[in-house]
């Protein structure tokens, strides 16, 4: 793609990021990047669903499974980076070497042709952010040493991700493992970076800021020499009858003097700066980070994502790389904390995963935050749009299949795709409708294949009966046959006690769609209005209004 060609609307892909970034994304159309690769574990990563009770559930469900091992197809990425010759070559040369065939290689040689594509697709001003785990964050910055350059490498930030409290176990011969690394570079060196500033600590404004002015203004007296005594370049001249290196030059000292900001306690003595308390900034914040706290279970913004990170942490690190109306890029961007944060701060956006349940579950936390006007700024790409991509989808991968049909109603899967241990059940919804907390559920069945029966619907009224639910959805590809209507019908209503939602507060408990129907919005799941607690992923908090569609106006013409 020519460079700088930036797409009218945010976009949100399905499907791998080598394979987007290739076929979509524009050479040099992105400010920043920040990309939180699932790391080569051996371990699948489990969601972990809220259950009625808010405790965590058993029933697991495999979000994605890390297949990022030693074997053909990631020798070939790794022949293919080395055919492609230039210092990533050579470090992954030198990988092998050193590493052999093993999991971490194959983890490397994914990794690398990725991180090659994220550079190309970079502004020469743009800046990158890899969150990673300290087991591979060597290789890993060896590896953007040579895609990126050493030059470019700006920080290894460390961030403190957990207490030490949480890795201790009885017995342990190591250091609690409590912290992550995300290495920072960029591409040139006319990155956009807003220094961030901490609070003052209450000790040191106790200790430091104990003079006041006329009006009562808390004021310090601080040095005005420069340290290194001229080592570092700093001029020497006399002030005030002293003679020393100082921090300014002439002119600056002499207009600070005039403004009174400079005083000299009494004649001879040195003269000093007087720097007021309100006027201070806070603390550069550094490359430990310590204020930033994970997403524990009681955390509002918690989804059940497993590997959800804090909007905090991606608050810190768009804000200080990025203007508004900038481009940020999220490869790998899971439950979509990236996403969440760039449209609250006014940035354009771009999200790539590889799983409908991450692409499911952004969709409905931007509605959730932002309403259903949201969808109109975004696009989805290369998730089924008419049925026959998703009866191709429902051939290729059943469970994808069932996360995208579930995604279409806000539903989430809820049990372990282990063969049978769904007991008819594909998804669940719970709702609350009543004041007394108790929570409710809608049970999904979701059929890709094209046999359909009245026998299905009878089992999932059985379903209902077993789990207690009140309203039952049966997802098909196929039209319902008038028996199976004929029994859904005969199953009756759910009537809902204080919902302002359809027609006098009555749902019908066995509600027949059609994935055309979903697609075409021509029939929706018929049911009480949620509320925020009562999704089986949380739902995300509302945030402030959505901004104007994007381009927002004032930029349009940068574009
Ligand atoms: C560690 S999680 C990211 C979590 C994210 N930072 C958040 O806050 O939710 C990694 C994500 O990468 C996705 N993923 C793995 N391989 C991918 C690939 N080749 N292309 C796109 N996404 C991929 C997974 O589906 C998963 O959602």
């Known amino acids: 793609m020519a ?47 809220a259950e009625k009770d808010g405790a965590r559930s058993a029933s697991q469900i495999t979000a ?12 070939l990425a790794y022949e293919q980076v080395v055919e492609a010759g230039g210092r990533v070559a050579e470090a992954m040369r030198a990988f092998r070497t050193l590493l052999g065939g093993t999991d971490m290689l194959a983890y490397l040689a994914m ?32 590896l953007m040493d040579g895609v990126f350059g050493a030059r470019c490498f700006k920080n290894e930030l460390i961030w403190k991700r957990t207490t030490a409290k949480n890795d201790y176990i009885q017995g342990a011969t190591n250091w609690g493992r409590i912290h992550d690394v995300i290495l920072y570079y960029t591409k040139s060196d006319t990155q956009e970076f807003h220094q961030p500033f901490a609070p003052l600590d209450e000790s040191y404004i106790q200790s430091h800021y104990k003079l006041r002015d006329a009006q009562g203004r808390a004021y310090q007296l601080d040095n005005l020499t420069a340290p290194g005594a001229g080592m570092r370049g700093h001029p020497t001249y006399e002030f005030l009858g002293v003679t020393r290196y100082w921090r300014y030059n002439k002119e600056k000292m002499q207009k600070l003097y005039e403004e009174g900001r400079i005083i000299q306690p009494r004649p001879g003595a040195v003269p000093r700066y007087l720097r007021y308390l309100d006027e201070m900034k806070g603390t550069a914040i550094g490359d430990t980070w310590t204020d930033i706290f994970p997403i524990n279970s009681q955390a509002q913004e918690r989804l059940g994502y497993p590997t959800q990170k804090p909007e905090a942490l991606l608050e810190r690190i768009i804000k200080a790389s990025s203007n508004e109306g900038d481009v940020v890029l999220d490869p790998f961007c899971g439950c979509g904390t990236t996403i969440q944060v760039a449209q609250r701060l006014n940035r354009r956006w771009i999200g790539i995963d590889i799983t409908h349940l991450a692409i499911g579950l952004i969709k409905t936390r931007l509605d959730d935050a932002y309403g259903p006007a949201i969808r109109s700024t975004y696009e989805v790409i290369g998730e089924p749009t008419d049925v026959a991509g998703a009866a191709q989808l429902a051939e290729e991968n059943k469970y994808q299949f069932q996360y995208w049909a579930l995604g279409l109603c806000g539903a989430r899967p809820t049990e372990g795709i282990k063969k049978g241990a769904d007991r008819g059940i594909d998804g669940r919804l719970y709702f609350h409708d009543d004041l007394t907390g108790d929570s409710k559920q809608i049970i999904f069945s979701v059929k890709g294949g094209h046999n ?38 005969e199953a009756g209503f759910y009537t809902s006690p204080g919902s302002s939602g359809a027609e006098g507060g009555k749902y019908p408990r066995i509600q027949l769609l059609t994935i055309r129907d979903l697609l075409e919005g021509t029939k929706s799941v018929q049911r009480p209005l949620l509320h ?11 945030s402030r209004p959505p901004p104007p569609p994007h381009p927002p106006p004032h930029l349009q013409d940068a574009y």
């Open 3 to 49: 460079p700088q060609q930036i797409p009218a609307l945010n976009q949100l892909f399905y499907g791998d990021n080598l394979a987007v970034l290739r076929d979509h994304i524009a050479d040099q159309s992105v400010d920043l990047i920040y990309l939180d690769p699932p790391f080569n574990s051996r371990q699948d990563y489990n969601v972990l669903f």
């Open 64 to 75: 994605f499974k890390d297949t990022w091992e030693w074997n053909e197809e990631s020798s």
């Open 111 to 142: 990794m690398a042709p990725r991180l090659v594509e994220l550079r190309r697709v970079l502004k020469e001003s743009g800046s990158i952010y890899l969150h990673c785990d300290p087991t591979a964050s060597h290789y890993l910055k060896l």
């Open 452 to 489: 359909i029966g009245v026998s299905e619907v009878r089992d999932l009224i059985g379903v209902l009966q077993r789990e207690r639910a009140e309203i039952g959805v049966y997802i098909s590809f196929e039209e319902p046959t008038k028996p199976m209507l004929r029994e859904a019908a």
């Open 532 to 542: 925020a607690r009562d999704t089986t992923f949380r739902k995300a908090p509302p």
